[in-house]
């Protein structure tokens, strides 16, 4: 085992299951993923030591293309996800899905994962499908989605879809942990009645409209033009070829047109692969999760510190009551923090 000789028990008992758990993993076992996934989700001390010795020892094994996909409630992000893992699965593929719901975070509720979704592909052996992690700050969610992908690359999934509802910031933490990102819109209304905060268009590799058939089909292929527009606007990425980011209409329901976005996902991918922007564009993910997770870190630390505990109400009492300025008080607080 990797575990140093002198070594706590706690570390060697980790170190053996993450040892068991790799090797069911790396032969694709998909009850040793969802453990695996379990593990890292949890709050427990001994879960994730296990879980990062885990990570440590599947180092950066696998290769899949990794896809955020995000969309207001109702737009048929299931739908389109059914469809499109299906059509992956036909083609040979293992496909993993992961959703992110910040609505559960906050309200204990969630928008994604109470019905039963994706019912033929939860069916198939080739996909892997796993819904958000609740509870916790979008910080945690996001480590936790990020090991998550990690884990079912190592697994040997072809295709990780991350997907989340349009709410707060969830669908900029998913564009910074996949390779393309795409958003799924519904015909006709504008911005604002979609949701579609600005900046979100702006990370957006592909703008698809769904439920482009029947009476809507026109209405879609208006809004889909509209878009394309608005996507022309937008300053052209340098490492992107010609013509991205694009907007097409698609129908979850008929699956019309959901197989040549696929297409799309996979021909930009494996243009900026060509130009050495993928390994880039993870290499700056990966130094900015870092950063993140510091800060973090350096939070928790803060606040679980005794001193500054026993410091903190009266500090604060003396800067509700103008006794103390705000700036002098942090640095007494932090002071008291670091001397330690
Ligand atoms: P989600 O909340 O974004 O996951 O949306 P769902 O996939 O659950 O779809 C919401 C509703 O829209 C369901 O009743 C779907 O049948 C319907 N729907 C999804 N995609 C399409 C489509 O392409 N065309 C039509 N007409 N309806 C669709």
């Not at 706690?10 to 694709?28: H, S, V």
């Not at 409630?73 to 959703?99: D, H, N, Q, Y």
């Not at 799924?184 to 900046?199: A, T």
Request: net charge positive.
């Amino acid at each position: 085992m990797t575990a140093p000789k002198d070594a706590p028990p706690a570390d060697a008992a980790a170190a053996d299951l993450a040892a068991g758990l790799a090797a069911r993993l790396r032969a694709g076992e998909r009850r040793a993923l969802a453990r695996a996934i379990t593990l890292a989700e949890s709050t427990r001390p001994d879960h994730r030591a296990t879980a990062t010795a885990l990570l440590e020892r599947l180092g950066g094994t696998g290769d899949a293309l990794r896809v955020g996909l995000s969309g207001a409630p109702g737009v048929g992000k299931s739908t389109f996800i059914e469809g499109l893992g299906m059509g992956l699965i036909a083609r040979g593929l293992r496909v993993a899905v992961l959703a992110v719901d910040p609505s559960s975070a906050r309200t204990g509720g969630s928008i994604l994962g109470d019905k039963t979704r994706m019912d033929r592909l939860s069916r198939e052996p080739r996909a892997f499908i796993r819904p958000s992690p609740s509870g916790g700050s979008l910080g945690g969610v996001a480590r936790r989605t990020r090991e998550a992908v990690a884990l079912c690359e190592a697994a040997g999934f072809d295709v990780v879809l991350v997907e989340t509802v349009g709410v707060g910031q969830s669908e900029f933490m998913v564009a910074e942990m996949t390779d393309v990102f795409a958003l799924l819109l519904s015909p006709g209304g504008g911005d604002e009645l979609q949701g579609v905060k600005r900046g979100v268009m702006e990370i957006a590799d592909l703008i698809l409209v769904n439920k482009a058939d029947g009476d809507m089909a026109d209405v879609a292929r208006r809004t889909c033009a509209d878009y394309a527009g608005a996507l022309r606007l937008l300053r052209r990425r340098p490492h992107d070829p010609e013509g991205w980011p694009r907007a097409a209409t698609v129908s979850a329901l008929t699956e019309a047109g959901v197989m040549a976005a696929w297409d799309e996902i996979a021909a930009l991918d494996a243009a900026r692969r060509a130009r050495g922007w993928r390994a880039k564009r993870r290499a700056s993910q990966a130094a900015q999760a870092f950063r993140r997770e510091l800060e973090e870190g350096l939070k928790s630390a803060f606040r679980a510190d005794p001193q500054v505990a026993a410091l903190l109400p009266d500090i604060e009492r003396a800067v509700l009551s103008g006794a103390l300025a705000p700036e002098i008080a942090a640095a007494r607080a932090l002071d008291a923090f670091l001397r330690r």
